[in-house]
């Protein structure tokens, strides 16, 4: 049975199933009717059925549905549509994104139209998870006093996410304090097969968050986007891109004895990194696939970003079932999974016909323990290698030789071995109370060494100490191996009377709250407790900078004395000043280790041969004596893991605590806008919009606001994390009567706009060569003065000239963060010209009307003899503007000399001309309605 409506190829069919009919689109068909879907990499049949499905000969046509039947391992430069089943979102993104929408209506309605036509058209999860910060830590009362502390700085955010929720259909919210939006998708929301209308088909998504591939372990296609093209895809736009290339990974051999899926996740990340997968597709085979669970598949493919390429897929097969029947999905959507996916080619199985663009290969019985930092994911080192790794990356990015800690031990033992020999140098520099302790500085032959005195402890503390161990994020998380390993270390510690060092600020953060249901479950709560790793909160706390406030004597130690301190975490991302600004160094590894380096202290530290630490006898402790075996690990796994957790846990996950369903919210289409509110603001791209796109204008005699190097991160141009008074961003609530406690983080603050443009290009380590001093500084160059970014871009913005920023390679790495797009639109920076650009940011400047400028192969600002203080004028949008056009840029230097050459606008399709000539994606769903 077939139709001819909708589906030009013919190939809709039935199913019969659980005693009904559903319809479907066959790949099988395809198969019969010549075309070589066998040989098409799964994750590229999942797009070509989405064409099939979604075809309506306009925004979907034949011409895409062609051009993925004929995909070849080399891709090409056609684009392709998307459209998916579902959108996810974080509140981080979320609220943004909501204050847009809300936007949108507000100008549909001030044109005197019905602003409910504004609407989410596909459903939208949104999970708050991205606020609780680690104020309150190693005690019981800290997760309490942390929700506690959530809600009083973010009502308000909340009151607009509930109110979202009662306004707009297809609108789902999760409350704080119920998990990580990505192991939530993992455990509760993915369905593998969708059933709508009749109809089944691929579960499919785009999320708010870079992390979102996540579910490509559970099998479903699935990467992060801009809150932008979230929005579009909200609003029932396709998603266009570049056909992609699919790198094969093929994975062979097992794990070894002692090593963990981290392990081998983080050396992914190296290799992929080193292959160069940016913008392209991978998906996983070989025999390999079938020793990995999903949760260690969902930890592959949650770094994703971190290894450069849009999704890591693993195609539905028994694991992926396995799963499902563990985590409490229903019989009948078990089965549905299992017969559409063996119906229509999607089941994973005669792997050897895919032809892929090319393959990558990597025997997983070679992984070795290993960790990455100090400030990429993709720094990859080996465990045995760490401790001289520490040792080269103080001399040569900080320019400070080591002194072996056992060494600094024997110079100065105490303030009384000193005071003893006699010396007649200053005891320290200086004594400085705190309210949690007293600083001593003490100085012996040129070694300068920190102690603390607090309470009953006194302590040391130098380059190379933990300040921060945090076991947190999803990427981890979400893998009970992992998790119940770390249980199980400290529970040896515990056995070996060793404990974590005082400095050491430790947390436990879970992404759901089946995880402390099963270390419960296992008696394995009452150990890592023991060890300070009390449970602080179910969401990103250290992984997106919410690390909360060092100890104050700490801190003072750390910031009068310059020193280096690290954090060991078991997240997805240690960018610069991420983590926390005052941690210079930040190292990801498995949950275990960060156990294991919080009783250590300390980094600089060999692992494999020294010991972790002493017992009350001084009898040496080693890390392969509290280090548990496999087999103790999976005995516990079988004992506590059980469906009847999932159940219990995300049966009432919608419900929240009494705070959240006590929250007061109007009602309405419209939002009640509150003019003196320092979080929610209506966003100004949308005001008194012209009902017609105007024409496109090559941009002439402009400016460089910044000059930036190679790797600058969303991290970098957008900071999530917290600020300071001097900041613009600060000064501007203090101006607004908001106290410097209570200025919450950047983060929390994306919806407003006014906070987040005066945060655009703030984060406290970036490097603009147009300025002396590191952090958000510029030199506005008629003057010469130097200023913050915000204050030289409104200076520039008074006299209407236009800006660009230079950068080099791989440009907007690291998550997928709108404001990074929309802070650089409101300063005035019409475009961008870089050496590279990781996918979703190029994306997200299109969607704002930036312009994505790339040099042509071997050309860098270097070479070409820029330094930045140029005037640049852009010739060649105005006219003829296609997808991927050379333009002309010409640079006058201050002597009248013109440096002219060619540059690639990175508009990559059409519809993406659109977009740019709309001013924004926004725009241009807004006049669409508005016209229609």
């Known amino acids: 049975m077939h139709t001819t409506e909708k589906d030009p190829f013919k190939v809709k069919r039935t199913i019969a199933l659980l005693g009904k009919e559903f319809g479907y689109y066959s790949l099988s068909v395809l198969e019969e009717q010549g075309h070589k879907i066998s040989k098409l990499p799964f994750s590229i049949r999942i797009l070509l059925e989405n064409a099939l499905r979604n075809y309506d000969g306009f925004t979907v046509t034949e011409e895409h549905i062609q051009t993925l039947l004929n995909w070849q391992p080399e891709a090409s430069s056609k684009d392709i549509p998307f459209k998916p089943a579902r959108v996810l979102m974080q509140d981080f993104t979320g609220v943004p994104a909501v204050v847009d929408i809300a936007a949108l209506r507000e100008e549909v309605a001030r044109k005197g139209k019905n602003p409910g036509i504004i609407n989410p058209l596909v459903p939208v999860d949104l999970v708050i998870d991205h606020s609780v910060q680690v104020d309150y830590f190693g005690t019981e009362y800290a997760y309490d006093r942390n929700m506690d502390e959530e809600f009083e700085r973010n009502t308000e955010r909340y009151q607009f996410l509930k109110w979202a929720q009662n306004s707009f259909d297809n609108f789902r919210v999760v409350p704080p304090g119920m998990g990580i939006c990505h192991q939530v998708n993992l ?187 100090p400030k990429r994911p993709q720094d990859k080192i080996l465990l045995r290698e760490f401790k001289p790794k520490f040792v080269d990356l103080l001399r040569d990015s900080f320019g400070r030789e080591y002194v072996e800690h056992d060494k600094r031990d024997r110079i100065v033992q105490s303030i009384a071995d000193w005071n003893a020999e006699g010396g007649d140098q200053p005891i320290y520099d200086s004594t400085v109370p705190v309210n949690s302790g007293t600083i001593e500085t003490v100085v012996k032959d040129g070694l300068k060494t920190i102690w603390i005195d607090r309470g009953d402890d006194k302590f040391m503390l130098s380059d190379g100490s933990v300040v921060i161990a945090a076991i947190t994020s999803c990427t981890n998380t979400s893998n009970p191996f992992v998790m119940i390993g770390a249980g199980l270390v400290a529970k040896k510690a515990r056995e070996h009377g060793i404990n974590v060092k005082p400095w050491v600020k430790t947390s436990l953060a879970p992404g759901s709250k089946v995880v402390t249901d099963y270390l419960e479950k296992a008696d394995l709560m009452k150990d890592l407790e023991a060890l300070k790793f009390h449970l602080v ?146 966003i100004p791209f949308f005001k008194d919009i012209s009902e017609q796109a105007p024409e496109l204008q090559n941009i002439t005699n402009a400016r460089a606001l910044l000059v930036l190097g190679d790797s600058i991160t969303t991290d970098h141009i957008s900071p999530a994390g917290s600020f300071n008074e001097h900041s613009s961003a600060g000064k501007y609530l203090l101006e607004q009567g908001v106290a410097k406690e209570n200025f919450n983080s950047y983060g929390s603050r994306r919806g407003n706009d006014a906070v987040m443009v005066r945060g655009t290009f703030a984060n406290v380590r970036i490097k603009n060569k147009l300025a002396d001093r590191e952090g958000g500084y510029t030199r506005y160059l008629p003057t010469g003065e130097e200023m913050t970014v915000y204050e030289g871009a409104m200076k520039y913005k008074e006299q209407n000239t236009p800006l660009v920023v230079l950068a080099g390679k791989e440009y907007g790495s690291g998550s997928s963060r709108d404001w990074a797009a929309k802070g650089t639109f409101l300063l005035g920076i019409k475009c961008v010209l870089a050496e590279s650009y990781e996918r979703i940011h190029r994306s997200n400047l299109v969607g704002l009307g930036v312009l994505p400028l790339q040099y042509k192969l071997g050309d860098t600002a270097e070479k070409l003899g820029i330094d930045g203080t140029e005037i640049f004028s852009i010739v060649g949008i105005s006219e003829n503007i296609k997808p991927l056009k050379e333009v002309q840029v010409i640079a006058e230097k201050s002597n009248g000399t013109k440096i002219e050459f060619g540059a690639i606008a990175r508009l990559d399709s059409l519809i993406e001309i659109e977009y740019y000539r709309n001013g924004g994606i926004l725009q241009y769903v807004l006049r669409q309605f508005l016209d229609n």
């Open 187 to 373: 455990e509760y929301f993915s369905k593998g097969v969708i059933e709508r209308e009749g109809e089944l088909f691929p579960d499919t998504l785009v999320g708010t968050d870079s992390h979102t591939p996540m579910v490509n372990g559970i099998g479903v296609v699935a990467w992060g986007v801009g809150g932008i093209e979230a929005e579009a895809a909200i609003l029932g736009q396709p998603l266009y891109f570049i056909m992609p290339e699919v790198v094969g990974l093929k994975l062979t051999g097992k794990l070894p004895l002692g090593s963990t899926a981290t392990d081998l996740v983080l050396t992914i990340a190296n290799l992929l990194r080193k292959q160069g997968v940016v913008g392209k597709f991978v998906e996983v085979f070989g025999p390999g696939c079938s020793h990995l669970s999903v949760p260690d598949r969902a930890t592959i493919g949650n770094m994703s970003p971190e290894f450069g390429c849009t999704i890591t897929y693993f195609p539905i097969d028994d694991k992926t079932l396995e799963y499902m029947t563990l985590s409490n999905r229903s019989e009948e959507q078990i089965a549905m999974v299992e017969s559409y996916c063996k119906t229509n080619m999607l089941w994973r199985e005669n792997e050897e016909q895919i032809q892929y663009t090319t393959v990558v290969e990597l025997d997983m019985s070679t992984i070795e323990p290993t960790v990455a930092g």
């Open 537 to 682: 909160g179910y969401g990103c706390t250290s992984c997106i900078g919410n690390s909360g406030p060092l100890p104050q004597a700490i801190a003072k130690a750390v910031e009068e004395n310059e020193l280096v301190v690290a954090s060991v975490l078991s997240g997805n991302r240690n960018f610069e000043a991420r983590v926390h600004p005052q941690v210079k160094m930040n190292f990801l590894m498995s949950p275990m280790l960060v156990v294991a380096y919080a009783i250590a202290g300390r980094v600089d530290i060999d692992l494999v041969n020294e010991p972790i630490s002493f017992d009350s006898n001084l009898m040496p402790v080693y890390l392969k004596e509290i280090w548990p075996s496999d087999d103790e690990i999976n005995e516990v796994m079988r004992r506590v893991l059980s469906p009847k957790d999932f159940k219990k846990n995300y049966d009432t996950i919608f419900e929240g605590n009494e705070i959240w369903k006590n929250l007061q919210v109007p009602g309405g289409d419209l939002y009640h806008w509150d003019n003196k509110s320092t979080y929610i603001k209506e």
